[in-house]
DNA sequence: AATGAAAATGAAAATCGTTTTCATTAAGGA
DNA sequence: TCCTTAATGAAAACGATTTTCATTTTCATT
């Protein structure tokens, strides 16, 4: 088993919740995926391991595993109800306009532009997102165009 | 009146739309707005102007303003249904935490990273979005920590 | 100015995603 | 094995958005 659906079900147990097959299925199915999915495709995916998962509880888990940073809330220009596992550091996203997935990168060097827009502007600037959208080698190999269903 | 309430008038008519007394009184406050406004905002703000206007007419004059590239959605940790004036060429947003203000800036230098993280990743990067958020020097002044309504 | 065709409107109903309620089930410490 | 309490799924409620539809308004044509 992805060592990661140990580690995440650790991280439950450790703070106090319980761990049960729903949870189970939820976790098998986010720690594994490579490109972002909605409420609805993880409850899809995760009841073919566990048919009498309830929609109500992947919810409840989703806002479980993301309060405990497992997870993350993808942003795209077609909608914002997405997840993704989270990875540690602060890393930017490169997502995959047709099939949605998602790669980490870090390296941006924007200090110099924040403090150049804080001086322009008085804001004082908290946080920052940078994210890239595009194609995948497979989706550019494919020609493929799909979009979230 | 705001040179821009003509402008956007024009472009509705340009495009074969009517101008109507819903559209304009739509079209006057976000011409205006400083900062980001949903739905219900616009409408609570536009029916000062013109009471009889309904809820349902905003919903359809945005799709409208959006699809001729006058507003543009805005992406938030807190929502994504907020809408702001657009501004031509690419330029970047930067949007007050506590009062949701938005400027606008440019000048990011991303050629060589997103060069770099094609090479890597073997993605076509088609777009990106960088935001900053922070605090407006008016709400650092008051201190307010207010979240959208 | 008057006319008429078509677009636009607002109210009500429908829809969709998400959350709450609640009776039942299951986890896990005793 | 027992018992407390968390977790669950089904159904209902909810809020935001969209659709339907009869009526009104715009605006090109007279």
Known sequence: MDPRVYEWLARLQKNGYRL?????AVIEILAHSERTLNPTEVYDLARQRYDSLGLVTVYRTLA????????????????CEA???AV?????LLICKACNKVEYFQGDKLDGLVERVENESGFLVQEHWLQLFGWCSKCQQNGTQVSRS
């Open 20 to 24: 049960t097959e729903s949870r189970r």
């Open 64 to 79: 479980k595993l993301e309060e405990l940073g497992l997870i993350q809330q993808v942003h795209q220009p077609d909608g």
């Open 83 to 85: 997840y993704i596992a």
């Open 88 to 92: 540690s550091g602060h890393q930017h």
